[in-house]
């Protein structure tokens, strides 16, 4: 079972940019899908953007699109959440996930805190 931990969060200001990382343990990561999922406060999970286990192909939730950017590398097994233009919708806590758009598993990290906020 692949172990992940989330960081890079913060308190950031509107129209700021975040940086995401998601470090995974265990030698499967290259073979998962995976999403990045948040929860903002009061709020169920929302999934927020996947990408395929190569890489290649990405998909955003509508929310966010133009703005964030999914990546990874699986020989660092870390994938990453590019955050841009960032609002105050944006709040919440950020967790990754194995799984695409209409699988991901429940996470199972702590997440990373992200707050936008003058």
């Known amino acids: 079972e692949v172990q992940l931990v989330e960081s890079g969060g913060g308190l950031v200001q509107p129209g700021g940019s975040l940086r995401l990382s998601c470090a995974a343990s265990g030698s499967t990561f290259s073979t998962y899908p995976m999403s990045w999922v948040r929860q903002a406060p009061g709020q169920g999970l929302e999934w927020v953007s996947g990408i395929n286990i190569g890489g290649r192909l990405t998909k955003y939730a509508d929310s966010v699109k133009g703005r964030f950017t999914i990546s990874r590398d699986n020989a660092k097994n870390t994938l990453y959440l590019q955050m841009n233009s960032l609002k105050s919708d944006d709040t919440a806590v950020y967790y990754c996930?194995?799984?695409?758009?209409?699988?991901?598993?429940?996470?199972r990290g702590q997440g990373t805190q992200v707050t936008v906020s003058s």
């Open positions: 996930t194995p799984g695409g758009s209409g699988d991901w598993g429940n996470p």
